[in-house]
């Protein structure tokens, strides 16, 4: 299966705080903008629930279980210089790119209907759930996370 993922952007809002009491402000707010990439391999299991993945002419339903590995990519910018002599940034995420990996559960449940000869029509949802939690400090939340959930459409075509 080939799928192709956009890059997932979002901003996070942050605060510096003052390392001594004489430091005016005290504190401010800053944002970090961030950009996501990841890539995917699996390895599992296709149950049909009803049909067969060689059916004709009725639609079929099925259940996907397997495991994962989920490689990212982020690459975060903060929206102003922070002085780290006079301020303390949070410890994650960190200003820069770097990349991570987290171990999958991946379960899927899908819906096909062949649509003539061997094409196959279908629209499933995913979920990619993080076995391992690997700290990195370019992503904000580092317990189970990202957690994935998708929606896939398309045609599949079977060789025989």
């Not at 094409?119 to 995913?126: K, M, Q, S, V």
């Amino acid at each position: 299966m080939f799928s192709y993922y956009t890059i997932g952007k979002f901003s996070n809002q942050l605060v510096a705080k003052a390392k001594s009491i004489g430091i005016n402000p005290q504190q401010f707010n800053f944002f970090s903008n961030a950009q996501m990439r990841l890539r995917h391999l699996s390895i599992g299991w296709k149950r049909y629930l009803k049909g067969a993945y060689n059916s004709d002419g009725t639609w079929n339903l099925y259940g996907f279980a397997g495991f994962g590995l989920m490689m990212g990519k982020m690459i975060n910018t903060y929206d102003r210089l922070i002085d780290t002599s006079m301020y303390n940034t949070p410890s994650n995420p960190i200003n820069g790119s770097g990349s991570f990996t987290r171990l999958t559960l991946d379960l899927a449940g899908g819906w096909e209907i062949p649509v003539g000869g061997d094409f196959y029509l279908y629209i499933e949802g995913r979920a990619w759930v993080p076995a391992s939690d690997y700290p990195s400090e370019y992503l904000l939340v580092n317990d189970h996370a990202p957690l994935i959930a998708t929606l896939h459409f398309g045609l599949r075509i079977l060789f025989d």
